[in-house]
């Protein structure tokens, strides 16, 4: 059997893939340059601080965690990951994805604070915790453009059903993980019957007969580039190259339409042609 075959993904598309990752460092920059400029031009030093200090923090770890991730696990990679390397990636994972829901909740506070949404110092206005891009009530506060682009089916549907679902097992239940292996149906079998026998044998403390079974079954398989987290969920396993590409594709229009449209009252000049 051919390694290509042994791949989840095409060779054509694995280069697209590691490609792309290569070239979001252009976006990245161009993206942080995007930032200062707004950052500088804003009243507000509490929306100064969550532009400056945390969404562009967060992307600095966004692009980090992609090329962690690439590094570790590239596309093509068709032996399966070591333990270490595993577990580097899924904390890479980890770090992406809390970042992700934080770009998110960073730009809704601080357009709040720009735009004295929100209550301080006495004055009328909503709690820090209600000024969620992806709250409806909020929503209805913000600058219409802004609004028309978080209330599309696709990013309302990317943020319910990825992104804060994934945060929200992260952060409460059973967090993300990548799959030390797949198996074909061969070795599925076969896993499934060392199980059995390692069963039998434990109680027995065959332990040379043990070590053998398991040496034999942790050698069985390929690597496994998916994450989930719960299938008591009916969690959907997905492919972790593409989606954190897609992930950060996302979070940079997210961007680019919010500080566009920064200000309730209208664009915001200096981003208005991002």
Same mark, same amino acid.
């Given at each position: 059997? @051919?390694?290509? @075959?042994?791949?989840?993904?095409?060779?054509?598309?694995?280069?697209e893939m590691k490609q792309e990752a290569d070239d979001l460092r252009f976006k990245y920059y161009k993206l942080t340059m995007a930032l200062q400029s707004l950052s500088a031009r804003l009243k507000s030093d509490r929306a100064r601080e969550l532009m400056q200090h945390g969404v562009s923090r967060r992307l600095m770890l966004l692009h980090r965690c992609v090329d962690i991730i690439f590094d570790l696990f590239p596309p093509d990679r068709v032996d399966k990951l070591t333990d270490d390397d595993r577990l580097n990636v899924e904390i890479a994972l980890h770090a992406f994805l809390i970042n992700v829901y934080g770009v998110i909740e960073n730009t809704g506070l601080a357009i709040g604070y720009e735009n004295e949404l929100i209550a301080v110092n006495? !004055?009328?206005?909503?709690?820090?915790?209600?000024?969620? %891009?992806? !709250?409806?009530?909020?929503?209805k506060l913000l600058n219409p453009a802004l609004r028309e682009y978080l209330t599309t089916t696709e990013i309302r549907s990317w943020y319910k059903d990825y992104a804060k679902n994934y945060r929200d097992a992260f952060a409460h239940r059973? $967090?993300?993980?990548? $799959? $030390? @292996?797949? %198996?074909?149906?061969?070795?599925?079998r076969e896993f499934s019957e060392i199980d059995r026998k390692l069963q039998q044998l434990f109680p027995q403390h065959k332990y040379d007969e043990i070590e053998k079974l398991q040496e034999r079954q942790r050698s069985l398989g390929r690597s496994n580039p998916l994450f989930v987290h719960s299938f008591s969920e009916n969690a959907v396993p997905l492919y %972790?190259? $593409?989606?954190?590409?897609a992930d950060f594709n996302t979070i940079?229009? %997210?961007?680019?339409?919010?500080?566009?449209n920064f200000l309730v009252s209208g664009p915001s000049e200096d981003t208005a042609e991002i």
């Amino acid at each position: 059997m @051919s390694n290509e @075959s042994r791949t989840h993904y095409t060779i054509e598309a694995a280069g697209e893939m590691k490609q792309e990752a290569d070239d979001l460092r252009f976006k990245y920059y161009k993206l942080t340059m995007a930032l200062q400029s707004l950052s500088a031009r804003l009243k507000s030093d509490r929306a100064r601080e969550l532009m400056q200090h945390g969404v562009s923090r967060r992307l600095m770890l966004l692009h980090r965690c992609v090329d962690i991730i690439f590094d570790l696990f590239p596309p093509d990679r068709v032996d399966k990951l070591t333990d270490d390397d595993r577990l580097n990636v899924e904390i890479a994972l980890h770090a992406f994805l809390i970042n992700v829901y934080g770009v998110i909740e960073n730009t809704g506070l601080a357009i709040g604070y720009e735009n004295e949404l929100i209550a301080v110092n006495g !004055k009328d206005g909503i709690h820090p915790n209600n000024a969620n %891009l992806f !709250k409806a009530g909020y929503q209805k506060l913000l600058n219409p453009a802004l609004r028309e682009y978080l209330t599309t089916t696709e990013i309302r549907s990317w943020y319910k059903d990825y992104a804060k679902n994934y945060r929200d097992a992260f952060a409460h239940r059973v $967090p993300p993980y990548v $799959p $030390p @292996s797949a %198996l074909n149906d061969d070795e599925a079998r076969e896993f499934s019957e060392i199980d059995r026998k390692l069963q039998q044998l434990f109680p027995q403390h065959k332990y040379d007969e043990i070590e053998k079974l398991q040496e034999r079954q942790r050698s069985l398989g390929r690597s496994n580039p998916l994450f989930v987290h719960s299938f008591s969920e009916n969690a959907v396993p997905l492919y %972790l190259h $593409p989606q954190v590409l897609a992930d950060f594709n996302t979070i940079e229009q %997210l961007l680019n339409i919010a500080m566009k449209n920064f200000l309730v009252s209208g664009p915001s000049e200096d981003t208005a042609e991002i």
